[in-house]
């Protein structure tokens, strides 16, 4: 199919004509939009339907992510791109006199998740698609996302986001493979004369999961794969028995939010719910798919991969359990088998909190026939191991224990592979999170490091760099991302490194501008733009960042004759609504920024800006504006991080500590072109371990730290109402539990040389390109394709030359 631009004209005022019964010069931007996003799916519908079909034909194991969040960013120009139709999109819009850009924007950005987690789903996806890899999403289809975040008056303020208020333009309604869940009332396990139990219910509350499917569109090889996302309806034969708004909310409000914290113990029936709603629809329909394969059930785990992102879906294990013995009659020892050779599951943090832990009661009420089945592996995995290991496996592995049900350890017991997602990450599950499981099971942990894909944060956000890198080296790095390396070779090149210096400087224009509108705050674009984007958390540290700017501001204020490098801090962040203390943090940052902007004496020396509800829109703005990058996480504490790997991509020199995939980051880019600070994780554990660690004596010694903490309650920052003094409490009192104090004076160092270093626009730039020329390693192409040879065992199913080519790292 090559579309033409006068094919494209011609087809496009028809299709709007015909879903708005007037011309296309009278239709509104969204209706643009709606019109525009229908065509680019209609063109590609017949892939999808054949990408499907001829998995199917060639019975393809297929690979089925499941992910409580999905973070996909808008689609219009990811998808037009991929199929290799935007540019003639773009030029026949402007024949019309309409422009892509302005249409692209009244896209609703969908907030289906919370951060890295569901972002790196959907990077997933993409590579998925353009590996030619059979990959399906599986999630839910939140009614509203996480919510849309507000500034009054400094403070967070939560609203909700209803990014389907206007049409869904890329989503299939597809009845015809819905499923029943079933949630509570009694169930027993009777005999019958068949020779096998079955499970009776009653009393259930019964729950239609009806699947939304979007297309996940490949890079210019006609693939097309399926996110299916689940919404929770009351089934048709029951819709009598519903009177009222209150009887229909349990069903409803299954799928109605997210759940706005990923660490926190709020709602937590409602999102145990959740959990088991999306896990069953998933595996239900993914057990139906596998009938049409035609092969005996012993052969599930050559046909089917399932891949638990997080223990969010956990679930799936038991699921797949209950389904193999009450539905398909198999025996538990033939049922557990498959199970765990299907299932696999990636570790995403080690933070206690949000390692999910459901009462047992809870659970049993809920899920009954899910918890008897989670009881017998438990019952098992314990017999069998006891004698083996001792008394530790009941205290440090079981499922079930204290009256939780741990569900990590369902996920390492139930899986053949467990894996971080960058190589210190999972050398901490190995060495102390798991480290049991490790003994017993050495051979199913492996890692995985993160990856992004180049296609959104790359070619999309940054089109000139783009264009700079094709004329320098070719386009072959856009399907093989090694060959990005290639253009290490112009690092000595002075007319490229203007270039590359240009280009920063344009996106920096722009994202200035942008600034003015959105915020009212005048920036200088030749000041070092300083991004840290990513969710609010103590252990994340925008506190350290905010005690650095405090004292740049004081630095000033005392010697205001000094010549500074001018900065621009920005910041894009949520706190979970229910996280006092990252909220405070929010509060004293924007409070910061009043007291910063409007000094006078100040001037373009330093300017902060925390923009307004983060998220992948806003992302893509900033990043390929950043001179720096902000990673300054306790050592241990971020499994990886990958905005990381998106702002390196772009050129900024990344400002971290030796946490996640930096360590990575910093053996491909070379120490040099690197700011490195802070306490090693060694060192963190050791600390903890010696308990040595007194911050309050920090304060006391160290002057300039104490000047700054003061600040914080002093007075200095106008509009505070206890919030520096509860982070100051927290520093100082309360031993800082993130050593924010310890790390202080080397993140201070780390940034006077980012200070030096700037001022040499050359040598900046020479990194910068460095930094560009070795993120290829961190393509989500490759992460995909080693989860795929690895973990999944999937096939990549190419057709020709096109599409992303065999990978060679
Ligand atoms: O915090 C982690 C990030 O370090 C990581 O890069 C990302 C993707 O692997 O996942 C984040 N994460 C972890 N999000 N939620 C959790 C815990 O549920």
């Known amino acids: ?309 997080d223990t969010h879906p956990a679930l799936a294990i038991p699921e797949l359990m209950r389904i193999l013995m009450d539905e398909e009659h198999l025996t538990w020892d033939q049922a557990w088998e498959i199970t765990q050779k299907t299932c696999s599951y990636t570790n995403h943090t080690i933070l206690r909190e949000a390692l999910e832990k459901w009462p047992i009661d809870m659970m049993k009420e809920l899920l009954p026939r899910i918890y008897m089945i989670i009881e017998e592996i438990n019952r098992r995995f314990v017999d069998y191991h006891l004698p083996l290991y001792g008394e530790r496996i009941t205290w440090q592995t079981a499922i079930l224990q204290n009256g939780v049900v741990n569900m990590a350890h369902l996920a390492v017991i139930g899986s053949h592979s467990v894996n971080g997602v960058a190589k210190l990450h999972t050398d901490i599950l190995m060495s102390d999170v798991l480290k049991d499981f490790f003994e017993i ?103 350290l960042n905010a005690l650095h700017i405090l004292h740049r501001y004081l630095e000033i204020k005392r010697n205001p004759d000094k010549e500074v490098v001018p900065r621009v801090f920005i910041f894009g962040a949520k706190a979970a ?70 702002l390196m991509a772009n050129g900024a020199l990344t400002m971290a500590t030796l946490d996640g995939a930096n360590i990575e980051i910093k053996d491909f880019v070379g120490e040099d072109n690197i700011f490195i600070f802070g306490l090693t994780d060694k060192e963190v554990y050791e600390l903890k371990a010696n308990q040595s660690y007194q911050s309050k004596e920090l304060y006391e010694t160290n002057e300039q730290l104490r000047r700054v903490l003061d600040a914080l309650k002093d007075g200095t920052i106008p509009g505070l109402n206890g919030e520096g003094s509860a982070i100051f409490d927290s520093l100082v009192h309360y031993n800082d539990e993130y050593f924010v104090l310890k790390d202080f004076e080397s993140y201070v160092d780390a940034q006077n040389r980012a200070d030096a270093l700037y001022a040499k626009p050359m040598e900046w730039t020479r990194k910068s390109l460095l930094n560009i020329a070795s993120s290829a390693p961190f393509s989500a192409d490759y992460t995909i394709k080693r989860y795929a040879d690895d973990i999944w065992k999937v096939k990549q199913y190419f057709t020709g030359d096109e599409g992303v080519q065999p990978l060679d790292e």
């Open 441 to 543: 099971y050495p051979e199913r942990f492996n890692n995985k490091t993160n990856g992004i894909t180049q296609r959104r944060w790359v070619h999309l956000a940054n089109p000139e760099l783009t264009a700079l890198i094709d004329e320098k080296i070719g386009e072959e790095w856009k399907r093989n991302p090694a060959e990005l390396k290639v253009f290490k070779g112009f690092e000595q090149d002075e007319e490229t490194l203007k270039q590359v210096a240009e280009i920063k400087l344009n996106n920096k224009k722009r994202l200035a501008d942008y600034i003015e509108e959105v915020k009212g705050i005048q920036v200088n674009p030749r000041a070092l733009f300083d991004v840290q984007i990513k969710r609010l958390h103590a252990y994340k540290r925008q506190h």
């Open 1 to 309: 199919m090559n579309l033409t631009v006068q094919e494209f004209i011609e087809e496009y005022k028809t299709q709007f004509q015909t879903m708005f019964a007037y011309s296309y010069e009278e239709g509104t931007t969204e209706q643009h939009y709606t019109a525009l996003g229908i065509f680019i799916k209609n063109y590609l519908s017949r892939h999808w339907k054949e990408t499907r079909e001829s998995y199917i034909k060639e019975g393809a194991k297929q690979v089925y992510y499941f992910s409580m969040e999905f973070l996909p960013g808008r689609q219009l120009r990811n998808n037009a791109y991929n199929l290799g139709i935007l540019d003639i999109i773009k030029e026949g819009l402007t024949e019309l006199d309409l422009s892509f850009d302005s249409i692209a924007e009244a896209e609703a950005d969908p907030a289906l998740g919370n951060g890295g987690l569901g972002r790196l789903a959907s990077c997933f996806m993409d590579s998925l698609a353009s590996l030619s890899i059979p990959g399906n999403g599986n999630g839910i289809r939140y009614q509203y996302g996480l919510f849309r975040q507000k500034f009054v008056d400094g403070y967070q303020v939560e609203v909700p986001e209803n990014w389907l208020r206007n049409r869904n333009v890329w989503e299939t309604r597809n009845n015809k493979s819905t499923c029943l869940v079933r949630f509570g009332g009694n169930v027993w396990l009777e005999p019958n004369d068949k020779g096998y139990y079955e499970a009776k219910y009653e009393n259930t509350l019964n729950v239609l999961a009806v699947p939304y499917d979007t297309p996940m569109v490949g890079y210019r090889n006609n693939k097309v794969n399926n996110l299916r996302l689940w919404s929770a309806e009351i089934p048709v034969e029951e819709e009598a028995n519903y009177h009222t708004l209150d009887e229909i909310q349990p069903i409803s409000e299954i799928t109605q939010v997210l759940y706005p914290d990923d660490s926190n113990y709020e709602g937590q029936l409602l999102r145990l719910k959740q959990e088991y709603f999306m896990v069953s629809a998933g595996v239900q329909s993914i057990i139906r798919h596998f009938r049409k394969y035609n092969v005996p059930r012993k052969n599930i785990p050559d046909k089917i991969a399932i891949h638990i992102n």
């Open 577 to 646: 609504p229910s996280y006092v203390y990252a909220k405070q943090i929010i509060k004293v940052i924007n409070s910061i920024a009043d007291l910063v902007n409007n000094d006078p004496d100040i001037g373009d020396k330093l300017k902060v800006v925390f923009f307004e509800n983060y998220g992948v829109s806003l992302a893509e703005k900033i990043i390929p504006a950043a001179d720096i990058g902000e990673q300054i996480s306790l050592a241990s504490m971020e499994a990886s991080g990958t905005s990381n790997m998106k």
